[in-house]
Nanobody, 125 residues
């Protein structure tokens, strides 16, 4: 599967953004899709994920209550709706996909086989 992330931009603290991750492939509905982010000089970190089998959503504690992950299988798209953005949310955001991930592994970037190219989110104070 190929992934294309988009929707990033430069916003002010408190603003909102919606990122999109469009996938190719006929079996998209079976894939778990994760969002990760990487700030300069830092490791890639888990943000959120949505499972393919039952659309269960999982969030990092740092974004819980502010970010919402959803999917539209008819459009082969997963969204990350971000509200209340903070300067510390500044990073390149990546979407990733894999099939058959167990719930305990969805936070691990190494467990995803397919990655999008990333979209920059910059939050100014």
């Amino acid at each position: 599967v190929q992934l294309q992330a988009s929707g990033g931009g430069l916003v002010q603290a408190g603003d909102s953004l919606r990122l999109s991750c469009v996938a190719s492939g006929r079996t998209f509905s079976r894939y778990t899709v994760g969002w990760f982010r990487q700030a300069p000089g830092k490791e890639r970190e888990f943000v959120a994920a949505i499972r393919g089998s039952n659309s269960i959503q999982i969030y990092a504690d740092t974004v819980k209550g502010r970010f919402t992950v959803s999917r539209d299988n008819a459009k082969s798209t997963v969204y990350l709706h971000m509200i209340g953005l903070r300067p510390e949310d500044t990073a390149v955001y990546y979407c990733a996909a894999d099939i058959g991930l167990i719930l305990s592994r969805v936070r691990q970037p190494s467990d995803y086989d397919f990655w999008g190219q990333g979209t920059q989110v910059t939050v100014s104070s």
